[in-house]
């Protein structure tokens, strides 16, 4: 399995950005889907974005499509997320995730991920 430790987060004002880091550990992180999920308290965990190992297809949330950009650097193992023009409703905590497969259509279903990082909180104010 992949060890994933996340990065960034934080507080913006609605309309402002953030921006994640994942790191990974492991030699097999070129070959697999990677995606961000997130988690309002009360809610279930739902995923955001996804992208394929070659970085040749992306998936996103239509909650966030057109404001989240997913990229991933495979020479330096770090998945990223850019979050522009934020709402408050994106307030929750963001964890990054190791797909069990390649390119997968359904990378942004959670039953497809073995290894999950800590996650890290981000908090939009109205």
């Known amino acids: 399995q992949v060890r994933l430790v996340e990065s960034g987060g934080g507080s913006a004002q609605a309309g402002g950005s953030l921006g994640l880091s994942c790191a990974a550990s492991?030699?097999?992180?070129?070959?697999?889907?990677m995606g961000w999920f997130r988690q309002a308290p009360g809610q279930e965990r739902e995923g955001v974005a996804c992208?394929?190992?070659?970085?040749?297809?992306?998936l996103y949330a239509p909650s966030v499509e057109g404001r989240f950009t997913i990229s991933r650097d495979n020479r330096k193992n770090t998945l990223y997320l850019q979050m522009n023009r934020l709402k408050p409703e994106d307030t929750a905590m963001y964890f990054c995730?190791?797909?069990?497969?390649?390119?997968?259509?359904?990378?942004?279903?959670?039953?497809?991920?073995?290894?999950w990082g800590q996650g890290t909180q981000v908090t939009v104010n109205s």
């Open positions: 995730a190791a797909n069990k497969y390649g390119a997968t259509w359904g990378c942004l279903s959670e039953s497809q991920y073995n290894s």
């Open positions: 492991g030699d097999t992180f070129s070959d697999i889907s």
């Open positions: 992208i394929w190992p070659g970085s040749s297809g992306t």
